[in-house]
């Protein structure tokens, strides 16, 4: 139940992204209304929530967590190349979206693998 709900999470955080992304494109003064400022934060708050209530749910503490760390370092960096995303204009903007969905797909393969390397 609480793994859907992470997973409910994740594709309300993707595409409110994107979309606040296109919107800031195409119709930027939507973008100012109070509830489209605070959704964001209340989705990846509670997406964070989430991925806690599993860790502690499925007591992966108590094994080989580093795969968990590594998710939460990128989501951080999800998170903050998020907010640049946001504010910059220009080719940084599209630099730091880049890497915002690098951080994304990593945390994704990383859920899948529990692996945090792996690349190698
Ligand atoms: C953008 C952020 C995130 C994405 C894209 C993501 C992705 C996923 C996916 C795809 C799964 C399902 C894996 C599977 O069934 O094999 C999963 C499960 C899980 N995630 Fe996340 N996650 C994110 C954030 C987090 C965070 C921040 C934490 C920890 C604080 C976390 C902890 C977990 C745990 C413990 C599981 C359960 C693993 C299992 O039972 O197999 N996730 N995540």
Redesign the pocket.
Known sequence: MI?II??TF?LL??SSFIGRIILSQTHPSILKQRALKIAPHVI?SL??L???T??I??G?LSSDFGW?IA??I??IG?IILGVFVMRKRGPLRWIAFLGAMT???Y??I???T?NAFFFI
């Open positions: 793994k992470h997973l994740i955080s993707i990846d997406l964070l989430s991925g806690i599993l860790v749910q499925g992966w968990i998710k939460i990128a989501l999800y951080c994304f797909i945390i994704g990383v859920a899948v529990k």
